[in-house]
């Protein structure tokens, strides 16, 4: 791993102990932001992630902070603020529930998935905002949302629960981005297709991306990478970007 020379700041990432979030964290640390990664439960992927960064010269700290937990997201961006200036987000923690229908779905199921995916990234927003907002007193930043494919082609008969908190996701993405553009922070969505990470074992189909693969229109599912690839260009490239929601979903 090649360390910029520039220092970029602080990128807090949500889940960035696996899957995309993992991803994302390489590549941040790798062009030179300090990289704050949250995780809910598993610290011996999170510590893997922050020490494979370490021995390529980066910066980054985990922290286990559960998103849907108010207390929990404020003591998260306390610790990312111990590490410098915040000036990414990239709010990706997310989770499916076991595939199932909307008709045998109860309310427990759908809140928990509410909870995390739209009322704990509204949370991390919001303490991005605080700290980044030139109303606030601060620099400015850049805001990147995973949402999902998921939210335009509503998961029939896999869960459609999920799929209906990344259409809020979206939303937020484009709300946020009007309230917050005069403020010098830019806030755009990902939407990532079928990526080759746990998240489908976790939703009861721990073969979804060898059975689903080869029917898109790629031929083959994502790699965490190529979602990273993208988030990274939004937070470093892509200055005339916001409210944007781009598809990395290989035409699914
Ligand atoms: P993953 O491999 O299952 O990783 C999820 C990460 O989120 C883990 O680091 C996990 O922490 C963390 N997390 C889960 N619940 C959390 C909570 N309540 N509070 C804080 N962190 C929590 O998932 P992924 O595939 O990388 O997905 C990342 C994002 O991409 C999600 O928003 C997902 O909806 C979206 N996405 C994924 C795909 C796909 O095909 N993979 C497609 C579209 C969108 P622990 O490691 O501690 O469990």
């Known amino acids: 791993m090649t360390l910029s020379i520039e220092s970029r700041g602080v990128a807090l990432v949500t ?20 990289v704050c990664l949250t995780y809910a439960k598993d610290e011996r992927s999170a ?15 985990a922290v286990q902070a559960d998103i849907s937990d108010e207390a929990a997201v404020i003591s998260a961006f306390a610790h990312a603020d111990d590490l410098g200036s915040l000036t990414a987000l990239v709010a990706n923690a ?37 700290r980044m907002s030139r109303l606030r007193g601060g620099d400015g930043g850049s805001i990147v949302l995973i949402s999902s494919a998921a939210s335009r082609l509503g998961s029939p008969g896999e869960y459609v629960d999920y799929a209906a908190s990344k259409g809020a996701v979206d939303t937020l993405g484009v709300g946020l981005a009007k309230e917050v553009a005069g403020e010098g922070i830019r806030v755009n969505v990902v939407r990532p297709g079928i990526i080759d990470t746990d998240i489908h074992a976790s939703g009861g189909q721990s073969d979804r991306v060898q059975r689903l693969g080869p029917t ?37």
């Open 94 to 130: 997310g989770i499916v529930g076991p595939v199932t229908r909307v008709d045998a779905m109860d309310a427990r199921r759908v809140r928990k998935i509410f909870d995390v995916n739209v009322i704990g990234t509204i949370l991390c927003c919001r303490e991005a905002v605080i």
């Open 15 to 34: 889940g960035g102990g696996r899957g995309i979030g993992a991803a994302t964290s390489r590549r941040l640390a790798a062009d030179g932001w300090t």
């Open 216 to 252: 898109l229109p790629l031929g083959r599912a994502g790699t965490a990478d190529e979602v990273a690839s993208a988030v990274r260009w939004f937070l470093a490239d892509g200055t005339y970007c916001t409210g944007a929601l781009l598809d990395v979903a290989g035409a699914r």
């Open 47 to 61: 510590a893997a992630v922050v020490s494979d960064i370490q021995v390529g010269g980066g910066r980054a700290r």
